[in-house]
């Protein structure tokens, strides 16, 4: 079971190495890089993103750090106050908007960050009860503090700190709060800590989940993230039936059957879920089979 948590993303700063382009709306895969993050932490009981508000593909609050463009430091401390997380009755926020205890803390600039990854950082810091955040490591050993997962009130206890030795989080460096906690590491996986800073990383981005071995789950999440579907389905039966449909009846029958089934699964109503998609696509599938036997028959 997840440890019940919320999420902040930080999505603003002026993205200089991409010509002050709008860094979270860029697309990777035809989802701006803000969805893609949003998607991986749709565990999250509440959202906060630091920045500037736009459409996105689940609902979420939005805040700005003071002053805007004031560093990574003041924009956490900004969603941290949004989230409420670690605070608790009688400290400026009420009993119903007091945030989570745990919180993850991503940038919005992580194409292939995916819902394993967030799995992870919170089991290790569940799983080390003296941490107070557990963050991840790149492939080079270096910290990404911006891809961790941070016990609140610690959290708040050094944001505090900085800001009354600082005068000021704005131009604070991440090292001076992640310096003073007890921390636990989780190794990335292959793609999970890649950032794109520059041109050069979004077009390595774009050329990656254009790669065989994962185009077909990158294109499949797309379409139920544009369609606004959080329904797993074996693609494989809906591949299988496809060729059936194809091979035994004739090429434009296998849209269309799997058009069908999808329909046939969504009558079922929510209760049928992936178990709908199955038993439809089983029977479509039988059906072309019995359609291509009474060919082989006639032949």
Known sequence: MTTPHDAVVLAGGAAQRLGGADKPGVRVGGRALLDRVLAACRGADRTVVV???????????????????????????????????????????????AGA?????????????????????????????????ALLTDAGGRDQPLVAAYRAAPLRRELARITEERGTLAGGPLRQLTGALHLTRVAAGPLASFDCDTWEDIATARARIREHGTVLDEWITAVKDELGIELDVDTGVLLDLARDAAHGVARPAAPLTTFLVGYAAARAGSEGGPEAVAEAARKAAALAQRWAAEQDEAG
């Open 51 to 97: 920045g500037d508000s736009r459409p996105t593909v689940r609902p979420v609050r939005w805040t700005r750090e003071d002053p805007p463009g004031g560093g990574p430091l003041a924009a956490l401390d900004a969603g941290v106050r949004k989230s409420g997380a670690g605070a608790r009755a009688g400290g400026g926020i009420g009993a119903g908007d």
């Open 101 to 133: 205890d745990v919180l993850l803390v991503l940038s919005a600039d992580l194409p292939f960050l995916d819902e394993d990854t967030v799995h992870r950082l919170l089991g290790a810091l569940a799983d080390t009860p003296d941490a107070e955040a």
